[in-house]
Every structure is written in structure tokens, then in C-alpha cells.
Nanobody, 126 residues
């Protein structure tokens, strides 16, 4: 059974950092395209970051470029999203998603991902 579990969210002050984890079970993450999305109340789901399965290429939304870093730890079957210099507008529920196809991270839509985690809340506030 494919399962994704996010963790690492919480309350942080502006300028602070958090590292989100997306742990997989039932499949090997290394062979999957992994996306990070977020959704704030009243807003559409936003594609934040992605790492491809084929060559490890990464994608970042302009809103997080230079502040967020996505990475894999294949020994732990986990993908991480390191978030630095957090801003109040980063406040949202963050989701990781996985799909076995070689999706093109720069243009992929959230509906193309077949498996989703339950989400973790990130709140940036003073």
C-alpha cells in the first residue's frame, strides 16, 4: 500500500526555518517524481517544488526560489523540503505527492500526482 506521511510543520517566526519530511512506505521514492504543494485558506493549491525521478532535477516556484531546497535521502526513503527565510505568506498546509511516471516538474499539474500525504501545517507569524 502506497503511503506518504509529512512531518516537520509548525509555528515559526518570520525569517526562521523549518524542514519538512515526506516519508514513503509501500514503494521506493527514488523511482517516483515527488512534488511539494501548499494550500492556504481560500487559495488554490500551489506547486512549490518538485524533484524528478529520472535525473533528480529540481523545480521551484518563483515565490520560494532561493529560500527552499528539495532533496532525497534514499536510505530513509524520504524527501525533504528545507525552508529558510520564511515569510508570513508561506503560511499554508504543505503536502507531498508522488507519481511513478517521469513527470516534467516545471509544468506538472497537481492533478497528475497519484499519491498524496495528509499534509502538515506551516504557520509563519510573529
Amino acid at each position: 500500500q502506497v503511503q506518504l506521511v509529512e512531518s516537520g510543520g509548525g509555528l515559526v517566526q518570520p525569517g526562521g526555518s523549518l524542514r519538512l519530511s515526506c516519508a514513503a512506505s509501500g514503494f521506493t521514492l527514488d523511482y517516483y517524481t515527488i512534488g511539494w504543494f501548499r494550500q492556504a485558506p481560500g487559495k488554490e493549491r500551489e506547486h512549490v517544488s518538485c524533484i524528478s525521478s529520472s535525473d533528480g532535477r529540481t523545480y521551484y516556484a518563483d515565490s520560494v526560489k532561493g529560500r527552499f531546497t528539495v532533496s532525497r535521502d534514499n536510505t530513509k526513503n524520504t524527501v525533504f523540503l528545507q525552508m529558510n527565510s520564511l515569510k508570513p505568506e508561506d503560511t499554508a498546509v504543505y503536502y507531498c505527492a508522488a507519481d511513478p511516471r517521469r513527470l516534467i516538474c516545471s509544468v506538472v499539474h497537481w492533478a497528475e500526482f497519484g499519491s498524496w500525504g495528509q499534509g502538515t501545517q506551516v504557520t509563519v507569524s510573529s
